[in-house]
Structures are given as C-alpha cells and as structure tokens.
Nanobody
Framework: QVQLVESGGGLVQAGGSLRLSCAAS????????MGWFRQAPGKEREFVAA????????YYNESVKDRFIIFRDNAKNTVYLRMNSLKPEDTAVYYC???????????????????WGQGTQVTVSS
C-alpha cells in the first residue's frame, strides 16, 4: 500500500508560480513511477506530467511542457510539480498518483496508476 498526500496548492495570479508536493508513505516509493493529473470542474481528469522511478525519463502534457517541471526526491519519498507561468486554464484540482509500471503510454493514462492522493486545489486568477 502507498498513501499519497498532496500539498502546496492555493490561489495565484496569472503568470505566477506554485510548487506542489506529494508525500508518499511506505518504503517502496522509489520503485514507483509517479504522475500528476488535474481535473477542472465539469471536465475529465487529465494527465499533466509523470516521472519514472529513477527520476528520468519524464513525460508532459503538451499544454504544460514548457512551463511545468516534475521531479522527485526518493530520499524524502516526495514528488514535486513546479508550475511556472500559470494561466487561468490551469485552474483545477491536482492529484498525484503512483504507478507500478512505467513507460509513456502507461503513465499518460489514469488506468496506469495504482494509488491516488486526495488532491490539492490550484486556482489561477486572471
């Protein structure tokens, strides 16, 4: 079992930055690939970014590729999402998730993940 707890969300103006954190319980964090997803009101949950268990490679949704960075610290059992140049359309609940498998195809879809956090709200004002 892996339990995931997100933090770092909040209200920010367009153009601003936030760093989300996802702390994982358990001793096997370093064996899981990790991903970030988001869900805006009335929309499907969508893939944002993912990182393999070793820290590379990483994968991004094209809409965030040049603005967001995913990275992890296996010693701290934590994965991060650094979000720069935020836009109002980035407003959503952001979820982190853990996957036992890896690869771009697996990690870019919700079905590839085994554990999910409860989410943290990010609101970007215009």
């Amino acid at each position: 079992q892996v339990q995931l707890v997100e933090s770092g969300g909040g209200l920010v103006q367009a153009g601003g930055s936030l760093r989300l954190s996802c702390a994982a319980s358990g001793r096997t964090f370093s064996s899981y690939a990790m991903g970030w997803f988001r869900q805006a009101p009335g929309k499907e949950r969508e893939f944002v970014a993912a990182i393999s268990y070793r820290g590379a490679p990483t994968y991004y949704n094209e809409s965030v590729k040049d603005r967001f960075i995913i990275f992890r610290d296996n010693a701290k059992n934590t994965v991060y999402l650094r979000m720069n140049s935020l836009k109002p359309e980035d407003t959503a609940v952001y979820y982190c998730a853990a996957a036992a498998q890896t690869g771009r195809l697996v990690l870019s879809g919700k079905a590839g993940y085994d554990y999910w956090g409860q989410g943290t709200q990010v609101t970007v004002s215009s």
